[in-house]
């Protein structure tokens, strides 16, 4: 177990809607990273938190957005959906001062069909 | 900018064969170098790093050396198991940059036959 908890384990809706996955970090840390794992383009960074700010922004889409609570969870918001962006969404979370290792969890696996 | 290669899997094996993964990466600065795994169904987990040239990680049997002069981080095992079935990612951390994202190669499967 990493720590790292993730909401939902599996979502299906269909294309145009939209979700909102949720992750709450390791207790203490303040970084959270978004990846995005498809058969295609395997592990893609989309976007990373700090306490509450952005820190840095990878191939998100547009579509997409998130946030970082003062509680410190992470929301990823994704709207408009197509049939590609079915994939797994890994959150991560790490300490400051770590020597870069990143904890996972066990994903958030998002069907349009 | 920064990116990871890995050899192209399906690499299959039997049972305590020896694995070699092939990773090589280009970066700017002085990267830390890692090895995930992923197992069916869940996420990824750490299997070793290295945070500096001429470094070997090393755990559960698997190590792998930090190459500064080919750039390479391959990943090793001497007797690989049928439990070891799974697939592995290198990874750089832009450490430079102060972000900590990690950059991702494609990834490997390894399936381990008895």
């Known amino acids: 177990d990493s720590g790292v908890t993730q909401t939902p384990k599996h979502l299906i809706t269909a294309t145009g809607q939209r979700v909102t996955l949720r992750c709450s970090p390791r207790s203490g840390d303040l970084s959270v990273y978004w990846y995005q794992q498809s058969l295609d383009q395997g592990l893609q960074f989309l976007i990373q938190y700090y306490n509450g700010e952005e820190r840095a922004k990878g191939n998100i889409l547009e579509r997409f957005s998130a946030q970082q609570f003062p509680d410190l969870h992470s929301e990823l918001n994704l709207s408009s959906l197509e049939l590609g962006d079915s994939a797994l969404y890994f959150c991560a979370s790490s300490s400051r001062g770590g020597t870069g290792e990143l904890f996972f969890g066990e994903g958030s696996r998002l069907t349009v069909l | 900018g920064n990116s990871v290669t890995q050899m192209e899997g399906p690499v299959t094996l039997s049972e305590e064969a020896f694995l070699t993964i092939n990773c090589t990466y280009t970066a700017t600065g002085y990267p830390s170098l890692f090895w995930y795994v992923q197992y069916p169904g869940e996420g990824l987990q750490l299997l070793l790093k290295?945070?500096?040239?001429?470094d070997k990680g090393s755990n559960k049997g698997f190590e792998a050396t930090y190459r500064k002069e080919t750039t390479s981080f391959h990943l090793e095992k001497g007797s690989v198991q049928v439990s070891d079935s799974a697939v592995y990612f290198c990874a750089l951390s832009e450490g430079s940059s102060n972000t900590g994202k990690l950059i991702f190669g494609q990834g490997t499967t390894l399936q381990v036959k008895p």
């Open positions: 290295a945070t500096k040239a001429d």
